[in-house]
Nanobody
Framework: QVQLVESGGGLVQAGGSLRLSCVAS????????MAWFRQAPGKAREFVAA????????YYDDSVKGRFTISRGNAKNTVYLQMSSLKPEDTAVYYC?????????????WGQGTQVTVSS
């Protein structure tokens, strides 16, 4: 059974930092592109960041560029999102996702999400 489990969310003041983790299990994820998305109340889910399995290239939405950093653990089944200089508009449920084929930006598996709340 494939599972993506996020953790690390919480309540933080504006300007603070959080580090989200996502642990994938049930399949080999070493060739999967991994990504983070978020969904704020009343809004559609939106892309935040992604990391390719090949070469480790990273991509960010403009709204988080320079503040968030996506990375993978050595075992390749863990992905992190380091979030700094957080703003109230970053408040959302954050989801990790896996594109098992790589390069499609079409995600086969999703986690259940972790809540991030940034107070002003």
């Amino acid at each position: 059974q494939v599972q993506l489990v996020e953790s690390g969310g919480g309540l933080v003041q504006a300007g603070g930092s959080l580090r989200l983790s996502c642990v994938a299990s049930g399949r080999t994820f070493s060739r999967a592109d991994m990504a983070w998305f978020r969904q704020a109340p009343g809004k559609a889910r939106e892309f935040v960041a992604a990391i390719r399995w090949s070469g480790g290239m990273t991509y960010y939405d403009d709204s988080v560029k320079g503040r968030f950093t996506i990375s993978r653990g050595n075992a390749k089944n863990t992905v992190y999102l380091q979030m700094s200089s957080l703003k109230p508009e970053d408040t959302a449920v954050y989801y990790c996702a896996a594109d098992m084929a790589g390069g499609r930006a079409t995600y086969d598996y999703w986690g259940q999400g972790t809540q991030v709340t940034v107070s002003s």
